[in-house]
């Protein structure tokens, strides 16, 4: 069966610093992958998607990026965190070919400070 | 650009009612709706999902209504349970041009179940 990691669980970086949270899945391959956001009592709002090593599809400009360096590795950064970027990170993945549903991690609760 | 309209944000249903909620989605293009569930502190679980070529999906407790012309989609839960006490989100899908599908979710609805 599939799962997906992400680490850490949780986070606490202080303005300015940087950032790398991680995902992994395993028992597939060539998953798509994505990166959403969640603030505070609000919805989901993607960020980045890949379909395959190396690609990577920004939907909202802004202070993060994203890297795929392994099939089934996924990696959100930033050079300098801003109050802004606070918020729960949760990473899913779907089926390479044309399947609609997306499976979620635990997600990471980031809070800069 | 709020493209999935979710409402109420907030219900609190008795145990055994019916709780309902509704979305609403502007572009055409959506091709599958899916259901969220969310408990604190953790992941969205897919709960349920349509397309929008059937009206209606049941799944045990968990119904969802689509109105193609109206581009209206509920999710009913009947027999509320406790259990079912969480943040339930909708969604729309849309594929992009690598042949992904991208999802666009509603701001989310927390129900309680009392007992």
């Known amino acids: 069966s599939q799962t997906i990691h992400q680490w850490p669980a949780t986070l606490v970086q202080p303005v300015g610093s940087p950032l790398s949270l991680e995902c992994t899945v395993e028992?597939?391959?060539?998953?798509?992958l994505y990166w959403y956001r969640q603030a505070a009592g609000r919805g989901l709002q993607l960020l980045f998607y890949?379909?395959?090593?190396?690609?990577i599809s920004s939907e909202v400009p802004q202070n993060l990026s994203a890297s795929r360096p392994q099939d089934r590795q996924f990696i959100l950064s930033s050079k300098k965190l801003l109050l802004s970027d606070s918020g729960f990170y949760l990473c899913?993945?779907?089926?390479?070919?044309?399947?609609?549903?997306?499976?979620f991690g635990p997600g990471t609760r980031l809070t800069v400070t | 650009q709020q493209q999935v309209k979710q409402s109420p944000q907030s219900l609190i249903v008795q145990k055994g009612g019916i709780s309902i909620i509704n979305c609403a989605y502007e572009?055409?293009?959506?091709?599958?709706f899916p259901w969220y569930q969310q408990f604190p502190g953790k992941g969205p679980a897919l709960l349920i999902a349509?397309?929008?070529?059937?009206s209606e999906k049941k799944e045990g407790r968990f119904t969802i209504s689509f109105n193609k012309s109206a581009k209206q989609f509920s999710l009913h839960i009947m027999d509320s349970q406790p259990g079912d006490s969480a943040t339930y989100f909708c969604?729309?899908?849309?594929?992009?041009?690598?042949?992904?599908?991208?999802?666009?979710f509603g701001t989310g609805t927390r129900l309680t179940i009392i007992p």
């Open positions: 899913a993945w779907s089926v390479l070919a044309g399947a609609h549903e997306q499976y």
């Open positions: 028992g597939t391959s060539n998953p798509n």
């Open positions: 890949s379909v395959g090593i190396g690609q």
């Open positions: 572009n055409t293009a959506f091709d599958y």
């Open positions: 349509i397309r929008p070529d059937v």
């Open positions: 969604a729309a899908s849309m594929e992009t041009n690598f042949g992904n599908e991208k999802l666009t």
